[in-house]
């Protein structure tokens, strides 16, 4: 048999095998780009599709605040302009926000199926790579999970990897370093905070020599290096980038707005239901890491070609998990970053032992996909689904006021005001997720809330006659009995709660161009800060006064259908009438729509024990438990 002969079957059956790893990675980014097909809950997004339709209408980028009335005027730059314009084409193409959660999914696939890749590049053509890719991509994924929201971060992320799919991949030097600057380019427009991950690895590689085998001058290293920097420049808003990045890296007061995109990371990450499992995976993730590189140092030539300078690997380990502790948002570069370390570390194990090794792969895996993957899905990942996600977004709250038009000014909680830049820019909103131009209003209404007169003397100052604000928190007096949170804010006889929704109340100003409004909506015996049992369940209320409370529930289930709150009110008065497999039915379906209603699990939990259902008050009760625990708050 001749040589060619010899050389057929081998070619074939390589050709088989890549045929069989490209379905095998794309059926794994398939499967997790479908996960990640949620229902749209991220606040900014809405606030962005208006700025993309703004550039395209000819507004131009924006460059001060004309959206709020806290800080109209103020400079405010669109930092991640690209991915504003392409978000409200997507939005405008598929006829929706609808099409914006497809737009996330489809690059949470493909970011999974390049890591996939990354994977196989590092391991080459061997049975590890088979069972590698199915153990770190859901590792990365549920560590990642929290960050995989469509924002500009999103695209930047996925900008991220195709940076090292280059640098991975065997093109020569130059053309590596000139794909790199194109994608650099393009990622600032995107989002020139997170183009700094980039600039830092091409630097590094460039000024370590990770490409270039002969001996490169430190001149011609620096032209390099300084091309990668000015990409960064080269966006709209210019030097004005640097501002953006000082400004959240150095000045930034995370106690203003608790925003968890810039939280350092601290012990209290670890506890299970905050991001789910994602702290503790990216901790054993990096551990694994720190083991590879120290097996590694000695073994360079199981890494990929760029990754094999020692002091470049070390470098930019130390910085991008330095990054991730600094701010988390930084995690995703580092795991991505580390990810040929930790194939290559966990690859070189096998040696000789392979089927041991094959055990505690398949262990890992089996953990993985049976346990946290799932769990990761079920108790902290948003639903999946098309359309807005009104247990987080004030969808009808806002439609309620763009029904009947209360008198101005709105203050709205610091989350809402994405949404009401997006859906309702007749009424400026008073805060928003820019943050920037809002420093100086929050901690002025920080400082206001130290007494119910200097909180009303604001209000006043401000000219606020209507409020979108959270649900308040509930108090118990012995004395006094029930009362909330807002009642120091919003007393009932200067403000009428007239509508709420499963995340937000709304409060008019007792004015004359509200008076319409509050005589026909205000709720008088129904008050959100109130347990929604409290109308059919209290001692010593007056039947009038129930009766009115009841109604008041029907009224705003008849408004609005899917209030939980009001959901379980009714619930607790069909459960009053002995009518148990009603109440049930609603708290059910209560649960169907927001399955972290405590208030919902409790009711419920009370129904099934009077049943003599004893095993699902059981079940019932260890959900509330969980829901409530501190390490869930």
């Known amino acids: ?59 131009g980028i924006q460059r001060v605040d004309r959206w709020s009335f806290t800080a109209f005027g103020q400079p405010w ?8 314009v392409v978000d409200y084409l997507v939005y405008r193409i598929g006829g929706g926000y609808s099409a914006l959660g497809w737009l996330r999914a489809i690059l949470v696939a493909g970011w999974i199926f390049a890591l996939a890749a990354l994977i196989r590049r590092t391991t080459g053509r061997t049975w590890s790579t088979w069972v590698l890719t199915p153990l770190l991509v859901p590792w990365l994924y549920v560590a990642c999970s929290f960050r995989l929201q469509m924002r500009p971060d999103l695209f930047a ?28 380019l393009v990622w600032a427009n995107f989002h020139s905070g997170t183009c700094l991950f980039g600039i830092l690895f091409f630097s590094a590689a460039v000024f370590f020599g990770c490409d270039f085998p002969a001996r490169e001058r430190w001149v011609r290293r620096g032209v390099w290096v300084a091309a990668g920097v000015a990409t960064w420049f080269l966006t709209p808003i210019g030097w004005h980038a640097v501002d953006v990045v000082l400004l959240n890296a150095v000045s930034y007061d995370y106690s203003l707005t608790h925003n968890p ?46 990754f094999r300078k020692l002091p470049f690997l070390l470098f930019l380990e130390v910085a991008f998990t330095a990054l991730a502790l600094r701010n988390i948002r930084a995690l995703p570069y580092q795991m991505a970053f580390l990810l ?28 993985l996909w049976g346990f946290f993957l799932p769990d990761q899905v079920a108790s902290v990942s948003k639903p999946l689904g098309a359309g807005v996600y009104d247990v987080e977004i004030p969808v009808q709250s806002v439609d309620f006021i763009k029904r009947n038009h209360p008198a101005g000014q709105l203050l709205n909680a ?16 008073a805060i ?50 029930f009362a909330d949170t807002h009642l120091f804010l919003f007393p009932p006889s200067d403000w009428a709660q007239v509508f709420f929704d499963n995340v937000s109340v709304v409060y ?31 001692q010593g209320i007056p039947d009038a006064t129930r009766a009115a409370h009841e109604a008041e529930l029907d009224r705003c289930l008849s408004e609005n259908p899917r209030c939980v709150y009001c959901m379980v009110g009714k619930a607790a008065f069909h459960r009053r009438r002995g009518h148990d497999d009603v109440a049930v039915e609603m708290l059910q379906a209560a649960l169907v729509i927001n399955p972290a209603a405590a208030e919902a699990l409790v009711v419920l939990s009370s129904i099934y024990e009077g049943m003599g259902r004893t095993a699902e008050a059981a079940q019932t009760k260890r959900r509330f438990e969980k829901l409530t625990s501190p390490a869930a708050l």
């Open 1 to 59: 048999m001749t040589t060619q002969q010899h050389e057929k079957p081998r070619d074939k059956r390589a050709e088989l095998e890549r045929r069989a790893w490209f379905g095998f990675a794309a059926a794994i980014a398939l499967t997790f780009g479908a996960l990640t097909h949620w229902v749209i809950f991220e606040y900014d997004l809405f606030w962005q599709v208006r700025a993309g339709r703004e550039i395209l209408a000819g507004s």
């Open 340 to 367: 040929p370390v930790v194939a290559a570390g966990l690859h070189s194990l096998v040696g000789r032992r392979v089927w041991p090794a094959v055990a505690v792969f398949l262990a890992g895996i089996a953990v």
């Open 414 to 429: 610091y989350p809402f005001g994405g949404y009401l830049v997006g859906e309702l820019p007749e009424y400026p909103v």
């Open 508 to 538: 008019l100003r007792r004015v004359p161009e509200n008076a319409a409004i509050i005589e026909r909506q205000e709720y008088r015996s129904l008050r959100r800060g109130l347990p929604p049992n409290f109308g059919a369940e209290m």
């Open 432 to 481: 928003d997720g820019r943050e920037r131009p809002f420093f100086g209003f929050r901690a002025e209404q920080q400082a206001a809330m130290s007494s119910t007169a200097s909180f009303a003397e604001f209000l006043r100052r401000r000219g606020i006659n209507t409020v979108l604000e959270k649900p308040p928190g509930m108090t118990y007096d012995p004395v006094r009995g």
């Open 157 to 184: 992320t996925c900008w991220n990897v195709l940076l090292l799919t280059i640098w991975l991949s065997s093109l020569p030097w130059l053309a590596k370093r000139i794909s790199s600057l194109v994608v650099l």
């Open 77 to 84: 730059f669109n930092f991640q302009w690209l991915s504003t």
């Open 261 to 306: 995109d810039f939280r350092p990371f601290d012990f209290s990450l670890l506890a299970y239901r905050n991001g789910g499992w994602s702290p503790l995976l990216w901790v054993a993730y990096t551990l694994v890491a720190v083991v590879s590189t120290i097996r590694l140092v000695s073994r360079r030539e199981l890494l990929p070609p760029a």
